[in-house]
Nanobody
Framework: QVQLVESGGGLVQPGGSLRLSCAAS????????MAWFRQAPGSEREFVAR????????TYADSVKGRFTISRDNAKNTGYLQMNNLKPEDTAIYYC????????????????WGQGTQVTVSS
């Protein structure tokens, strides 16, 4: 099993940037596909981005492509989500997730979740 803890959320103005971190413990982080999801009030949890366990292959939701960058440092057991040019519609709780299979966009593909970190984009 792997345990995940997110950090780095906060309040930022439109156009600003934040970097979220996802610290993993337990089994080696390099065994897992890692992803970020988000959930706004009254909405379903939606896919943001994912990255392969090894090799760096990535996939992004269209709504964040060109603004967000997912990355990982397996030696530090940490994943990241760099968010630039943030918009009010990016406001949500952001969750880190991990899968030991070839997961892509569906939350049901991921068996391990962090507790979430709040991101609020507002002037």
């Amino acid at each position: 099993q792997v345990q995940l803890v997110e950090s780095g959320g906060g309040l930022v103005q439109p156009g600003g940037s934040l970097r979220l971190s996802c610290a993993a413990s337990g089994r080696p982080f390099s065994s897992y596909v890692m992803a970020w999801f988000r959930q706004a009030p009254g909405s379903e949890r939606e896919f943001v981005a994912r990255i392969n366990a090894i090799g760096g292959g990535t996939t992004y939701a269209d709504s964040v492509k060109g603004r967000f960058t997912i990355s990982r440092d397996n030696a530090k057991n940490t994943g990241y989500l760099q968010m630039n040019n943030l918009k009010p519609e990016d406001t949500a709780i952001y969750y880190c997730a991990a899968s030991s299979y070839g997961a892509v966009r569906s939350p049901s593909d991921y068996g391990y979740w962090g507790q979430g970190t709040q991101v609020t984009v507002s002037s």
